[in-house]
């Protein structure tokens, strides 16, 4: 992961950010206050950290889902290549 390679060319705030998320992922058990208090010294906001977590969580349920219900995604792709243009194209709206 990007956030574990001490040459990958990321701000420190994405860095702390993503450590925190993937402690979260892998080891949830062992996530402390301390991890918050971390990635709020290293510049991120409180209301950033959030938003980061809300974003985490959902993607961590969605893919946890995905695992144990045998969802996966077409071989052709076809669907994703048009949807990836229209949000390229128009956002998240």
Do not use: C, H
Not at 21 to 33: C, D, S, Y
Not at 44 to 70: C, I, P, T
């Amino acid at each position: 992961m990007l956030a574990g390679d001490p040459t990958a060319p990321i701000d420190g705030r994405v860095r702390a950010t993503l450590a925190f998320l993937e402690k979260m992922t892998k080891t949830p058990q062992a996530l402390t206050p301390e991890d918050a208090r971390a990635v709020i010294r290293a510049g991120v906001s409180k209301s950033a950290l959030e938003e980061a977590l809300e974003v985490g969580f959902l993607f961590n349920v969605l893919d946890r889902l995905a695992d144990s219900m045998g969802w996966d995604v077409p071989s052709d792709g076809g669907y994703y290549q048009v949807a990836a243009r229209r949000l390229l194209a128009r956002g998240y709206r």
